[in-house]
T-cell receptor
Framework: GENVEQHPSTLSVQEGDSAVIKCTYS??????FPWYKQELGKRPQLIID?????GEKKDQRIAVTLNKTAKHFSLHITETQPEDSAVYFC????????????FGGGTRLMVKP | SAVISQKPSRDICQRGTSLTIQCQVD?????MFWYRQQPGQSLTLIAT?????????ESGFVIDKFPISRPNLTFSTLTVSNMSPEDSSIYLC??????????????FGPGTRLTVL
């Protein structure tokens, strides 16, 4: 089955700096890669996703890149703000095999004011 | 997007008992899933809840321990049976195939925080 590795497990940045979180996956059949943000005590919220026919996607201060050959994808947050502090999860799924998500281990992002 | 609710939001239970968690969506969805999130950990898929048939369980999870029902396109239940302290966790339902959204986008319910003494 799919295995998703996520790095780093914790990341501390100064407000205004950029943050990058990286994930690798093992199943070449995976074709959908969402990112979730989970604040303390809250549900995971879908913030951005990318499909295998696209190399990069951007939404305001967040962007995701995908390298299918290397089987890795990354989340980029620019101009970080204290409200970006949360745990971020990457995930992968094969949309042709039931849509089940396999999650990475999570990254705790701390943005220091 | 769909509004997803779960009941109860939290519970404290005695070992050996069972708890049934409900997940309700305000509109019909194609797929419903159940995940477990242990304290400080990532999310692990327990099973896919199939409407009108038996759930599809992931490795390490069995029907006798986690029976699941999905009687229609808006509702599912997960039962945690014969609980032990190791079952203390947050249980989350998620849905995919909501109206107006790409079919593989998954949205999560608020979760049920279970503590087993």
């Amino acid at each position: 089955g799919e295995n998703v590795e996520q790095h780093p497990s914790t990341l501390s940045v100064q407000e205004g700096d950029s943050a990058v979180i990286k994930c690798t996956y093992s199943d070449s059949a995976s074709n959908y890669f969402p990112w979730y943000k989970q604040e303390l005590g809250k549900r995971p919220q879908l913030i951005i996703d990318i499909r295998s026919n696209v190399g990069e996607k951007k939404d305001q201060r967040i962007a995701v890149t995908l390298n299918k050959t290397a089987k890795h994808f990354s989340l980029h947050i620019t101009e970080t703000q204290p409200e970006d502090s949360a745990v971020y999860f990457c995930a992968a799924s094969d949309a042709n095999a039931g849509n089940m998500l396999t999650f990475g281990g999570g990254t705790r992002l701390m943005v220091k004011p | 997007s769909a509004v997803i609710s779960q009941k109860p939001s939290r519970d404290i239970c005695q070992r050996g008992t069972s708890l049934t968690i409900q997940c309700q969506v305000d509109s019909q969805v194609t797929m419903m899933f159940w995940y477990r999130q242990q304290p400080g950990q990532s999310l692990t898929l327990i099973a896919t809840a199939n409407q009108g048939s038996e759930a599809t369980y992931e490795s390490g999870f069995v029907i006798d321990k986690f029976p699941i029902s999905r009687p229609n396109l808006t509702f599912s239940t997960l039962t945690v049976s014969n609980m032990s302290p190791e079952d203390s966790s947050i249980y989350l339902c998620s849905v995919a195939g909501t109206s107006g959204r790409p079919y593989n986008e998954q949205f999560f319910g608020p979760g049920t925080r279970l503590t087993v003494l």
